[in-house]
């Protein structure tokens, strides 16, 4: 079994960044793919950034270029560098692992609780 808890998220104006991490513990670490998913209000979840089990990195167009997911398997932890952000990247963030690897899609076995990314104008 794999928990993950997130951490990072806040309050932040047009333009500004964010850096979240996600902490992962159970199963040996490098086995799983992980990703970020975020879900804004009345929108359903949307897979924006993942990192394969070999390293293998895939973006949401939505995001690419502005964000960068990276891995510390030392650490057990998993991070999203968000810059340039936009107010329409308000929303709960999600961290997810699966022993297989999923990419953007949103059928990941494991999620954390969340934590919220507010963007100003």
């Known amino acids: 079994h794999v928990q993950l808890v997130e951490s990072g998220g806040g309050s932040v104006q047009d333009g500004g960044s964010l850096s979240l991490s996600c902490a992962r513990s159970?199963?040996?670490?490098?086995?799983?793919?992980m990703a970020w998913v975020r879900q804004a209000p009345g929108k359903e979840r949307e897979g924006i950034a993942a990192?394969?089990?070999?390293?293998?990195?895939s973006y949401a167009d939505s995001v690419k270029g502005r964000f960068t997911i990276s891995e510390d398997n030392a650490k057990n932890t998993l991070y999203l560098q968000m810059n340039s952000l936009k107010p329409e990247d308000t929303a709960m963030y999600y961290c997810?692992?699966?022993?297989?690897?999923?990419?953007?899609?949103?059928?990941?076995?494991?999620w954390g609780q969340g934590t919220q990314v507010t963007v100003s104008s």
């Open positions: 997810a692992a699966d022993e297989y690897n999923l990419g953007l899609a949103r059928s990941y076995t494991y």
């Open positions: 159970g199963e040996p670490y490098s086995r799983y793919s």
């Open positions: 990192v394969d089990s070999d390293g293998t990195t």
